[in-house]
């Protein structure tokens, strides 16, 4: 069994900063890549950003340059430092974890951004 458990979520105003972590732990072997998603009332769950076991990052351009993810391959973590948040980064935030053919997900943080 796998589980991924995320911290992190709150509420911020517009230009604030929050940081997301997310841990893996259970049965869960050769994890490749991790990374966080979202979801906005009303839409689909989108990428936000991935990042690869060997460190190489990939966001989605509307939180390029605000947002960061880094990892730690020893503790199977993953974290996302946001930065310069605004009104539309509000959405419940998902950790996804791909271990060998496997798709994990965490139960989602809630990201409030409101003044």
């Known amino acids: 069994q796998v589980q991924l458990v995320e911290s992190g979520g709150g509420l911020v105003q517009p230009g604030g900063s929050l940081r997301l972590s997310c841990a893996a732990s259970?049965?869960?072997?050769?994890?490749?890549?991790m990374g966080w998603y979202r979801q906005a009332p009303g839409k689909q769950r989108e990428l936000v950003a991935t990042?690869?076991?060997?460190?190489?990052?990939n966001y989605v351009d509307s939180v390029k340059g605000r947002f960061t993810i880094s990892r730690d391959n020893t503790k199977n973590t993953v974290s996302l430092q946001m930065n310069s948040l605004k009104l539309e980064d509000t959405a419940m935030y998902y950790c996804?974890?791909?271990?060998?053919?496997?798709?994990?997900w965490g139960q989602g943080t809630q990201v409030t951004v409101s003044s």
């Open positions: 259970g049965s869960i072997f050769s994890i490749a890549s």
């Open positions: 996804r974890v791909q271990a060998a053919i496997f798709i994990h």
């Open positions: 990042i690869t076991s060997g460190g190489s990052t």
